[in-house]
């Protein structure tokens, strides 16, 4: 079943510390999207990347970086730099040129200790 | 920044009843969509309206759109417990890579 593959889905980390997010799609999409949601807010974006080797800041881009190497893959790195990490992270995608639908993966839960 | 805003934050009915969320937002869009998401999941499209549409079904799902006054409502008829869930908006302003902004959501409880 084609679908988003998001890794891991719970992850702790200390201070200092950086980690980073699998996001994997077999869904044939040109863009990727990263997006932080904290308890009772809506979704807010990272990064997005329309074609392999490109990628763009989203609203709340410091303190993260991402790659693009890959159509299927569009890891998220949350770096020592980021000041209050702790958060639901979603990644998304869509066919470039399609309606805009959003397709989301089931989320990677990170907590800072 | 967030565009759009739901009303109410939460709701709580009972199975049977209908379930009434709304969604306001500040600039022009391109399409408005809605999606759902269960406790600690990703979420899920429902459906999406079109600027120049001003009402669209999809199941038990009614969407309408009101682009004068920049709002739109989504009706859950006949709901369920497995409605249970937080119901996002998503505006899209257009520019060309499908960058969505998400409201705060609502939360949707229904009781059997």
């Known amino acids: 079943d084609g679908g988003i593959t998001q890794s891991p889905k719970y992850l702790f980390r200390k201070e200092g510390q950086n980690v980073t997010l699998s996001c994997e799609q077999n869904l044939n999409h040109d863009a990727m999207y990263w997006y932080r949601q904290d308890p009772g807010q809506g979704l807010r974006l990272i990064y997005y990347s329309q074609i392999v080797n490109d990628f763009q800041k989203g609203d709340i881009a410091e303190g993260y970086s991402v790659s693009r190497e890959k159509k299927e893959s569009f890891p998220l790195t949350v770096t020592s730099a980021q000041k209050n990490p702790t958060a639901f992270y979603l990644c998304?995608?869509?066919?470039?040129?399609?309606?805009?639908?959003?397709?989301f993966g089931e989320g990677s839960r990170l907590t800072v200790l | 920044s967030q565009q759009g805003e739901e009303d109410p934050q939460a709701l709580s009915i009972q199975e049977g009843e209908n379930a009434t969320m709304n969604c306001s937002y500040k600039t022009s869009i391109n399409n408005l969509q809605w999606y759902r998401q269960n406790s600690g999941r990703g979420l899920v499209h429902l459906i999406l309206?079109?600027?120049?549409?001003r009402e669209k079904h999809s199941g038990r799902l009614r969407v309408t759109l009101d682009t004068s006054k920049k709002s739109s409502s989504l009706l859950i008829t006949a709901s369920r417990a497995a409605d249970t869930a937080s119901y996002f908006c998503a505006t899209d302003a257009g520019g060309g890579y499908n960058k969505l902004i998400f409201g705060a959501g609502t939360r949707l409880a229904v009781h059997p």
């Open positions: 998304a995608s869509t066919r470039t040129g399609g309606t805009g639908e959003l397709f």
């Open positions: 309206i079109r600027s120049n549409e």
